[in-house]
């Protein structure tokens, strides 16, 4: 079975929805403490918008079901993390390239440097790239070792896990959390928490393909 096909991805974005929707409530708890409270309301509107996108259009090309969910991230979710989530999908969409886990590999890894490019932002910062970006490198790492897709996604989320973790002492220099200042440490950063779902979620839904 390929891996980056159009259902495949579908799964993959059914998945982070699920999460999304089950987490919504401690999302919005994380973003109440350094940020406004909208982070988990935010990212299950606009997940829950993609599905119904992705149900109505159907698209066949792997490609056009990424470029379906960014665009309806960009049109419903608010705040900063609508328009970073949305530019990791489409920059995904643009970079996909073959059907197998290396491709799926490249493709998040642009969906990553598109979100720095956009945000402006670096590791550290106390944002999402703090679990995407170990992501990325362990999924890189283990692919590369020869590892089996399952066991370098399943290494990816737990990277992204320590990496969220890691945000906690952190002060925000991007965002609004980064108006909190020293105050900011002490807190899980809402968004490396939600990146760290959407890792879980390619860990779950592509088990078993490629
Ligand atoms: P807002 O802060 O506008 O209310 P959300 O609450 O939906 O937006 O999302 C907040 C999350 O967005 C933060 O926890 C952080 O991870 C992420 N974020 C904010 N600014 C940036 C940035 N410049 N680069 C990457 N991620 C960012
Ligand atoms: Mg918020």
């Not at 495949?8 to 987490?23: D, I, K, S, Y």
């Not at 994380?30 to 509107?45: C, E, S």
């Not at 999924?139 to 906690?168: C, F, I, M, S, Y």
């Not at 105050?183 to 879980?200: K, N, Y």
Request: proline share 3%; net charge negative; charged share 20%.
């Amino acid at each position: 079975m390929t891996v980056v096909d159009a259902a495949g991805l579908t799964a993959w974005v059914h998945e982070f929805t699920r999460l999304v929707h089950e987490q919504r409530d401690a999302l919005t708890q994380l973003d109440a403490a350094i940020g406004d409270a909208d982070h988990g309301a935010n990212l299950d509107r606009g997940t829950a918008a993609a599905v119904a996108a992705l149900e109505a259009q159907a698209p066949e090309e792997p490609a056009a079901v990424l470029k379906t969910v960014a665009t309806t991230l960009i049109k419903t979710v608010g705040g900063a993390s609508g328009p970073l989530y949305g530019t990791f999908f489409l920059r995904a969409a643009g970079a996909l390239d073959g059907d197998d886990g290396a491709a799926f590999a490249t493709a998040v890894r642009a969906g990553y440097e598109g979100v720095v490019a956009r945000g402006k932002a670096e590791r550290g910062d106390k944002t999402m790239l703090d679990a995407l970006g170990p992501a990325c490198d362990a999924l890189d790492e283990a692919l590369g070792a020869g590892k089996p897709l399952d066991e370098a996604l399943r290494l990816a989320a737990d990277a992204a896990a320590q990496g969220r973790d890691a945000t906690v002492p952190m002060v925000a220099r991007k965002g609004r959390a980064s108006y909190l200042g020293e105050r900011s440490a002490g807190h899980q950063d809402p968004g490396a928490t939600s990146a760290t779902l959407l890792v879980e979620a390619a860990a779950t839904a592509l088990a078993g393909r490629g």
